[in-house]
């Protein structure tokens, strides 16, 4: 509240439109050429504009192939990846779609979500999606989908460092500079020779007849590309063809004389053979429609899939670190290393004198084996060898170290040795894991409180009236509502007559029901001498839906409670939060509390305001769109600011409405509006740098008024502390 409300209000409407000019003629000068410099009380946004810097998103997460029909996986949401703790909400998807729905609300400006789905055994994956009005995505949990492999990218593109560039080309390209690197973009269909130290970059749609790689060169097919090669040749040892792709297919069998790395998707629909020498590395997924032969090197980091026969042999080495499914027999007579998972569903046979080692809690499933050298368990934890069918271990065969060989049939022939610890047993355990996910004798999950949502995935594992968590904005940010506190007249527009942070958390129970609501509010800033209160209204439910209100600060005698303390006299649940701010102020000096500048910053104090419902509540009756936080200024408890076109409460002064400024029409659900369509309260959905004192609001904030005028299409970030968004001088700070 300023003391310019002893001013008639048309001197105060010049005043207002002076100081505005003013500031726009003389003061940003070094302004963009693109502020729209406009004085406030000038402005006259579109009549249905709310002032909105908001979106609401539909959000649905999918799960195809769940470890069981009863799997259920918990989804969480965040505005940033999830190291930052910037979650959103939670909840479990159901049994019977598999599917996790819901509605959330985040900044306009958003442009992603961070959505990650938690495994059974503690172990997640993420998927980055548009923060689009219907917002989706679908992880995969059957063996060939499961993992998500993280990667930093190739940081190459085409558009830069080409010495020559192809667009839209048909017919065939043969690379023979000194160190040159071609870029191909659009579609392309040809034949391609690289030779020398030469380079392709690939980022298009290319369909390659022959993909030709000759002493030390390199191919790189980049991010987003589609590339389709009939057949690939490499004939140098030090040539290396390198995926970052989602979609790269090989549909002639491959002889690798050189090197392959995938760090993306990658299928051949023919034979696979790695020469001696020659290697492939596998960072994200392989797929393999025929079969495979290793006389070389492979390692696989990730998933691997080979829909035929697998064969190491002498000079082959196969080491996989996470999963590899064989849909065919296994045989392995060179050296062969798993830390995860080898899943056979044919025989798997143990040849020759090479090693097959399985490292702390690896493990093995096969339908068959047959032992004729040494396998060992290694490591800190025992491993497991599982086996549906025959075991025959011959006597060259060995079971050594930390292994056990589980047959549930018993083992049919047993001519070989068991040493160092090695044993034939089924009593171990393996927990599933990210790497494998069918584990060994899995322990049963916990659910300490019975609620029917594991202890890993409670958020409250010891209540089972509660169990996730819902937040606005996030779990660890604050919103932040502004407001002009002279209403029904209008003043400076600086919005920091009173600012407040909040933050709200919802608690859920495990039918995803409301139980709880926990408000955090903080005051920012009184850029005046008006002592104001500050509470909301749940616009969808009765008081009586509320069982307790604990937290309030009421110290003036200026409110009324019922017995739950919602406020008495009120046809919805009205919830004060406090009737003056002064208890929770921490003043450095005069009566504008961190609004001038020049003088000392105070700090203030949290409030926590909880409540409780005696029945729990759907949660679209609680959406942050169904909350209606205002004001009430200077003692005067009819006094009622809130936000543009929300209702007032019942006990608001009706009487009020269409006096000074307001143009308010209840009949048209248009309140606290000027006819001009200017709001007394602005709701920012993150963090705000507000005004100091008597600096309009679209002064400190260069595009305020592009944002208004285009209805909130254009600028939704404009309160953001972004390169030439805002004029320093006029931001408190």
Same mark, same amino acid.
């Given at each position: 509240?300023?003391?310019?409300?002893?001013?008639?209000?048309?001197?105060?409407?010049?005043?207002?439109?002076?100081?505005?000019?003013?500031?726009?003629?003389?003061?940003?000068?070094?302004?963009?050429?693109?502020? *729209?410099?406009?004085?406030?009380?000038?402005?006259?946004?579109?009549?249905?504009?709310?002032?909105?810097? +908001?979106?609401?998103?539909?959000?649905?997460?999918?799960?195809?192939?769940?470890?069981?029909? $009863? &799997?259920?996986?918990?989804?969480?949401?965040?505005?940033?990846?999830? @190291? @930052?703790?910037?979650?959103?909400?939670?909840?479990?998807?159901?049994?019977?779609?598999?599917?996790?729905?819901?509605?959330?609300?985040?900044?306009?400006?958003?442009?992603?979500?961070?959505?990650?789905? /938690?495994?059974?055994?503690? &172990?997640?994956?993420?998927?980055?999606?548009?923060?689009?009005?219907?917002?989706?995505?679908?992880?995969?949990?059957?063996?060939?989908?499961?993992?998500?492999?993280?990667?930093?990218?190739?940081? /190459?593109?085409?558009?830069?460092?080409?010495?020559?560039?192809?667009?839209?080309?048909?017919?065939?390209?043969?690379?023979?500079?000194?160190?040159?690197?071609?870029?191909?973009?659009?579609?392309?269909?040809?034949?391609?020779?690289?030779?020398?130290?030469? $380079?392709?970059?690939?980022?298009?749609?290319?369909?390659?007849?022959?993909?030709?790689?000759?002493?030390?060169? +390199?191919?790189?097919?980049?991010?987003?590309?589609?590339?389709?090669?009939?057949?690939?040749?490499?004939?140098?040892?030090?040539?290396?063809?390198?995926?970052?792709?989602?979609?790269?297919?090989?549909?002639?069998?491959?002889?690798?004389?050189?090197?392959?790395?995938?760090?993306?998707?990658?299928?051949?629909? %023919?034979?696979?053979?790695?020469?001696?020498?020659?290697?492939?590395?596998?960072?994200?997924?392989?797929?393999?429609?025929?079969?495979?032969?290793?006389?070389?090197?492979?390692?696989?980091?990730?998933?691997?899939?080979?829909?035929?026969?697998?064969?190491?042999?002498?000079?082959?080495?196969?080491?996989?670190?996470?999963?590899? $499914?064989?849909?065919?027999?296994?045989?392995?007579?060179?050296?062969?290393?798993?830390?995860?998972?080898?899943?056979?569903?044919?025989?798997?046979?143990?040849?020759?004198? %090479?090693?097959?080692? *399985?490292?702390?809690?690896?493990?093995?499933?096969?339908?068959?084996?047959?032992?004729?050298?040494?396998?060992?368990?290694?490591?800190?934890?025992?491993?497991?060898?599982?086996?549906?069918?025959?075991?025959?271990?011959?006597?060259?065969?060995?079971?050594?170290?930390?292994?056990?060989?589980?047959?549930?049939?018993?083992?049919? &022939?047993?001519? %070989?040795?068991?040493?160092?610890?090695?044993?034939?047993?089924?009593?171990?355990?393996?927990?599933?894991?990210?790497?494998?996910?069918?584990?060994?004798?899995?322990?049963?999950?916990?659910?300490?409180?019975?609620?029917?949502?594991?202890?890993?995935?409670?958020?409250?594992?010891?209540?089972?009236?509660?169990?996730?968590?819902?937040?606005?904005?996030?779990?660890?940010?604050?919103?932040?509502?502004?407001?002009?506190?002279?209403?029904?007249?209008?003043?400076?527009?600086?919005?920091?007559?009173?600012?407040?942070?909040?933050?709200?958390?919802?608690? *859920?129970?495990?039918?995803?029901?409301?139980?709880? /609501?926990?408000?955090?509010?903080?005051?920012?800033?009184?850029?005046?001498?008006?002592?104001?209160? =500050?509470?909301?209204?749940?616009?969808?439910?009765?008081?009586?839906?509320?069982?307790?209100?604990?937290?309030? /600060?009421?110290?003036?005698?200026?409110?009324? *409670?019922?017995?739950?303390? @919602?406020?008495?006299?009120?046809?919805?649940?009205?919830?004060?939060?406090?009737?003056?701010?002064?208890?929770?102020?921490?003043?450095?000096?005069?009566? =504008?509390?961190?609004?001038?500048?020049?003088?000392?910053?105070?700090?203030?104090?949290?409030?926590?305001?909880?409540?409780?419902?005696?029945?729990?509540?759907?949660?679209?009756?609680?959406?942050?769109? !169904?909350?209606?936080?205002?004001?009430?200024?200077?003692?005067?408890? %009819?006094?009622?600011?809130?936000?543009?076109?929300?209702?007032?409460?019942?006990?608001?002064?009706?009487?009020?409405?269409?006096?000074?400024?307001?143009?308010?029409?209840?009949?048209?659900?248009?309140?606290? !509006? &000027?006819?001009?369509?200017?709001?007394?309260?602005?709701?920012?959905?993150?963090?705000?740098?507000?005004?100091?004192?008597?600096?309009?609001?679209?002064?400190?904030?260069?595009?305020?008024?592009?944002?208004?005028?285009?209805?909130?299409?254009?600028?939704?970030?404009?309160?953001?502390?972004?390169?030439?968004?805002?004029?320093?001088?006029?931001?408190?700070?």
């Amino acid at each position: 509240m300023k003391k310019l409300v002893l001013l008639s209000l048309s001197a105060l409407f010049l005043l207002t439109v002076y100081s505005c000019k003013r500031r726009f003629d003389s003061d940003q000068t070094d302004a963009p050429t693109d502020v *729209l410099a406009i004085p406030i009380a000038e402005l006259n946004p579109p009549k249905d504009f709310n002032y909105e810097t +908001h979106k609401d998103l539909y959000v649905r997460v999918g799960v195809k192939n769940p470890l069981s029909p $009863s &799997t259920r996986y918990l989804i969480k949401i965040y505005t940033n990846v999830p @190291t @930052t703790g910037e979650l959103v909400k939670e909840g479990q998807t159901s049994v019977s779609t598999y599917e996790y729905a819901t509605y959330v609300r985040v900044p306009a400006s958003q442009e992603f979500l961070w959505i990650e789905k /938690m495994n059974p055994d503690g &172990t997640s994956q993420f998927n980055k999606v548009q923060a689009s009005t219907f917002a989706s995505t679908l992880f995969d949990s059957g063996p060939n989908n499961v993992y998500t492999f993280y990667k930093s990218g190739s940081g /190459m593109d085409c558009s830069s460092s080409c010495d020559k560039s192809y667009n839209n080309h048909t017919g065939d390209i043969t690379v023979n500079g000194k160190g040159d690197v071609y870029c191909i973009t659009g579609k392309y269909n040809g034949n391609i020779t690289i030779s020398g130290r030469n $380079s392709v970059k690939i980022c298009g749609n290319a369909n390659i007849s022959t993909l030709t790689l000759n002493d030390d060169c +390199h191919a790189y097919i980049l991010e987003g590309a589609q590339v389709t090669i009939t057949n690939l040749v490499i004939n140098n040892s030090k040539a290396e063809v390198e995926n970052w792709s989602d979609s790269l297919v090989v549909v002639g069998s491959m002889k690798v004389g050189g090197k392959i790395t995938n760090n993306g998707r990658m299928y051949a629909s %023919g034979d696979v053979t790695v020469n001696t020498d020659d290697e492939i590395n596998n960072y994200d997924k392989f797929d393999i429609s025929s079969s495979l032969t290793v006389n070389g090197k492979f390692k696989n980091y990730h998933l691997l899939t080979v829909g035929g026969s697998t064969t190491v042999n002498s000079d082959g080495d196969l080491n996989n670190y996470c999963y590899l $499914s064989v849909g065919g027999a296994f045989t392995h007579n060179g050296d062969l290393y798993t830390s995860g998972l080898i899943a056979v569903k044919g025989a798997f046979t143990q040849n020759g004198s %090479g090693d097959f080692e *399985l490292n702390d809690g690896a493990m093995l499933t096969c339908d068959d084996i047959t032992i004729n050298a040494k396998v060992e368990g290694k490591g800190k934890s025992t491993s497991i060898i599982k086996v549906a069918n025959k075991t025959v271990i011959n006597s060259n065969g060995e079971i050594k170290g930390k292994l056990d060989l589980c047959d549930d049939n018993g083992v049919e &022939t047993n001519n %070989g040795s068991l040493s160092s610890g090695g044993q034939i047993a089924c009593t171990g355990s393996l927990p599933t894991s990210t790497c494998n996910p069918v584990g060994f004798n899995v322990v049963v999950v916990k659910d300490n409180d019975g609620d029917g949502v594991p202890n890993s995935k409670d958020a409250y594992p010891n209540d089972a009236d509660r169990a996730f968590n819902s937040y606005y904005p996030s779990g660890s940010t604050f919103a932040n509502i502004a407001f002009e506190d002279l209403w029904p007249n209008t003043a400076d527009y600086d919005f920091n007559d009173m600012v407040i942070a909040f933050n709200i958390q919802k608690v *859920l129970n495990a039918e995803e029901k409301v139980v709880d /609501m926990k408000i955090k509010v903080n005051v920012r800033c009184v850029g005046g001498s008006f002592d104001n209160g =500050f509470g909301f209204r749940l616009d969808d439910l009765d008081p009586k839906t509320v069982s307790t209100v604990t937290g309030q /600060m009421l110290t003036k005698n200026l409110v009324t *409670l019922s017995a739950n303390n @919602t406020e008495s006299g009120q046809d919805k649940a009205v919830i004060i939060c406090f009737d003056s701010p002064e208890p929770t102020l921490h003043r450095a000096q005069g009566s =504008f509390f961190n609004t001038i500048k020049a003088n000392a910053h105070g700090t203030s104090d949290t409030i926590l305001v909880t409540v409780n419902f005696g029945t729990p509540q759907n949660q679209s009756s609680v959406e942050i769109a !169904k909350m209606n936080p205002f004001i009430f200024t200077n003692g005067r408890r %009819g006094y009622e600011i809130h936000l543009g076109n929300f209702a007032p409460t019942s006990l608001a002064d009706k009487a009020l409405f269409g006096t000074g400024q307001d143009a308010s029409n209840s009949l048209a659900g248009r309140y606290y !509006k &000027t006819a001009s369509n200017l709001p007394w309260a602005i709701l920012i959905d993150g963090t705000f740098d507000y005004p100091k004192e008597k600096s309009p609001i679209n002064v400190a904030h260069r595009y305020f008024n592009q944002w208004a005028l285009s209805g909130g299409k254009e600028r939704t970030n404009w309160y953001q502390n972004l390169a030439q968004y805002r004029v320093e001088d006029d931001i408190f700070e």
